[in-house]
């Protein structure tokens, strides 16, 4: 992959859980996903491109057992995300969290965390998945999906007063915006 390759998803950013899942997203009407040759990327590029873009490129590698362990804990995550009381959901999202523990640790700063993989290739589904759990324990509601009927894209709703709605304003809420417009002028 070339250095120089542009994340070519139209929201990056998230918490690394909702980034995962926003790896599949939708171009006029198109369904893309950046594991699978979206913007002409190999899987193992897609995947290095993502690491790259969650931080975790340092720390893991991006191969194929990296990516097969990704894409399972990307199903039960938007299995889960999609419905919150399905157990079997939550079973496919424990069963990716088998694969790590968390380790308390002292450092210089006091004490600290640090997360173990017996697999390592397990390392960067483990964490989406782990983080999927930080969310739900800090704000379970503020997990959306962009109120487009058109877009697929998950967010953590950071705003002041909980009320985002789109993925992004400058791309479906933009939209939003011009087709009740256009409805309005069209009815005069």
């Known amino acids: 992959m070339a250095a120089q390759t542009a994340d070519p998803r139209?929201?990056?950013?998230?918490?690394?859980?909702?980034?995962?899942?926003?790896?599949?997203?939708?171009a006029d009407g198109e369904p893309l996903?950046?594991?699978?040759?979206?913007?002409?990327?190999?899987?193992?590029?897609g995947l290095a491109l993502w690491l790259e873009g969650v931080g975790l490129a340092g720390r893991f590698r991006a191969d194929a057992a990296t990516l097969v362990?990704?894409?399972?804990?990307?199903?039960?995550?938007?299995?889960?995300?999609?419905?919150?009381?399905?157990?079997?959901?939550?079973?496919?999202?424990d069963a990716v969290l088998e694969h790590g523990r968390i380790r308390a640790t002292l450092t210089a700063e006091g004490p600290g965390e640090r997360a173990e993989f017996a697999d390592p290739a397990w390392g960067p589904a483990w964490l989406a998945a782990r983080d999927y759990l930080g969310l739900l324990a800090s704000a379970p509601d503020r997990i959306r999906t962009c109120a487009s009927p058109t877009c697929v894209l998950r967010f953590h709703d950071?705003?002041?007063?909980?009320?985002?709605?789109?993925?992004?304003?400058?791309?479906?809420?933009?939209?939003?915006?011009?087709?009740?417009?256009?409805?309005r002028t069209r009815e005069r």
Do not use: I, Q
Request: hydrophobic residues 40%; contains cysteine.
């Open 33 to 45: 996903d950046l594991f699978a040759g979206a913007a002409g990327l190999t899987r193992v590029e």
């Open 10 to 26: 139209p929201l990056t950013g998230e918490p690394v859980s909702l980034d995962l899942l926003n790896t599949r997203w939708t």
């Open 69 to 93: 362990h990704l894409l399972t804990a990307r199903e039960s995550l938007a299995r889960a995300v999609a419905d919150p009381s399905d157990a079997g959901a939550r079973e496919l999202v």
């Open 158 to 183: 950071t705003s002041r007063n909980g009320t985002r709605r789109w993925c992004s304003m400058a791309v479906c809420g933009n939209r939003a915006k011009a087709s009740r417009h256009y409805a």
